[in-house]
């Protein structure tokens, strides 16, 4: 199985910086898509990154340009960059990862606990 923890949320004022990591751990054949949703109070729980195993990045429109995503394979840790910090960043952030448990499972995905982000004055 694949556990994730998060760390680095907080309290930050807007337009700072916050710095998230997610370290996965366990055991597993292979880790593709490494992702980070947030949710919102009353709101759906929404994609905000992904980088796949090949370094391709996406994101969403609301975060673009201001959000960075990255890994470290070596270390099964991926990152979120979070800068110029709005309130409506304010949310729950999870990791999350598509994996492979063994060769002949199928894809899986795999959640962290999450960590609270709050962007206030």
């Known amino acids: 199985q694949v556990t994730l923890v998060e760390s680095g949320g907080g309290l930050v004022q807007p337009g700072g910086s916050l710095r998230l990591s997610c370290a996965a751990s366990?055991?597993?054949?292979?880790?593709?898509?490494m992702n980070w949703y947030r949710q919102a109070p009353g709101k759906q729980r929404e994609l905000v990154a992904a980088?796949?195993?090949?370094?391709?990045?996406t994101y969403s429109d609301s975060v673009k340009g201001r959000f960075t995503i990255s890994r470290d394979t070596a270390k099964n840790t991926v990152y979120l960059q979070m800068n110029s910090l709005k309130p409506e960043d304010t949310a729950v952030y999870y990791c999350?990862?598509?994996?492979?448990?063994?060769?002949?499972?199928?894809?899986?995905?795999?959640w962290g606990q999450g960590t609270q982000v709050i962007v206030s004055s």
């Open positions: 980088v796949t195993s090949g370094g391709y990045r």
């Open positions: 366990g055991s597993w054949f292979s880790i593709n898509t």
């Open positions: 999350n990862v598509d994996a492979l448990i063994n060769s002949r499972d199928p894809w899986t995905q795999h």
